[in-house]
């Protein structure tokens, strides 16, 4: 069992940058694959970054390639993703998920593809 806990969300003002916080406990996570997904009112869940912990090999949605990035504290069992310009169209509930390596890396895409999630963080962009 792998608990998430996500931290950092907010209001920003376009072009301005968060940082979230994912701290996991309950098992070693080098066996994991660690993802960002988000959703916004009245859409689909949908993949933003993933990032392997063990390897380290990462993984963006084209939306967000260039201006967020996906990162990893071994010692502190903590992924972060950091947001820089951002913008309205990225206003959404951000989940942290945890998941299995798979060999085929397009699974990590997939929100399917993962067992444990955490409870979701609001980030607001305003114009």
């Known amino acids: 069992q792998v608990q998430l806990v996500e931290s950092g969300g907010g209001l920003v003002q376009a072009g301005g940058s968060l940082r979230l916080s994912c701290a996991a406990s309950?098992?070693?996570?080098?066996?994991?694959?660690m993802g960002w997904f988000r959703q916004a009112p009245g859409r689909e869940r949908e993949f933003v970054a993933a990032?392997?912990?063990?390897?380290?090999?990462?993984y963006y949605a084209d939306s967000v390639k260039g201006r967020f990035t996906i990162s990893r504290d071994n010692a502190k069992n903590t992924v972060y993703l950091r947001m820089n310009s951002l913008k309205p169209e990225d206003t959404a509930v951000y989940y942290c998920?945890?998941?299995?390596?798979?060999?085929?890396?397009?699974?990590?895409?997939?929100?399917?593809?993962?067992?444990?999630w955490g409870q979701g963080s609001q980030v607001t962009v305003s114009a």
């Open positions: 998920a945890a998941g299995p390596k798979y060999y085929n890396s397009s699974y990590y895409y997939a929100d399917a593809s993962y067992v444990y």
């Open positions: 309950g098992r070693t996570l080098s066996t994991y694959v």
């Open positions: 990032i392997v912990w063990s390897g380290g090999s990462l």
